[in-house]
């Protein structure tokens, strides 16, 4: 059962101890064991950990990244929040 995270709980995990959580596109991941394993360096990752990096990442990588790495690295998905 994939777990589900609030903006605001993503946001809380932006360090190594934590976790350091990333949204791409409805999906959460935590990145902070593939920091020293990123291709594109650790910093940055660091740079947009508890925030959403959709943008970021389909700038630089193919789907066939997220299709190979994401099993592993996804820890939920993001919840549906109710626009004000
Ligand atoms: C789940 C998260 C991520 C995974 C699994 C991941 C994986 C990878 C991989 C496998 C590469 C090697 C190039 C390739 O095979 O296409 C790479 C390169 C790179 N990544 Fe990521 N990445 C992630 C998130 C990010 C984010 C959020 C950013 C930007 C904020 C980023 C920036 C880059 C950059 C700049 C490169 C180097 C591109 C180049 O040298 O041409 N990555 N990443």
């Known amino acids: 059962m994939s777990q589900q995270f609030t903006k605001a ?7 190594e101890k934590s976790g350091m959580y990333i949204i791409i596109d409805t999906g959460v991941y935590d990145v902070a064991k593939f920091l020293d394993d990123h291709p594109g360096g650790s910093k940055i990752l660091k740079r947009v950990a508890g925030k959403d990096a959709t943008k970021q990442f389909w700038k630089y990588h193919s789907k066939q990244v997220l299709e190979k790495y994401g099993p592993k690295l996804q820890i939920g998905t993001v919840k549906e929040e109710a626009k004000l």
Do not use: F, I, L, N
Request: aromatic share 0%; glycine share 0%.
């Open 9 to 15: 709980q993503v946001a809380e995990h932006k360090d």
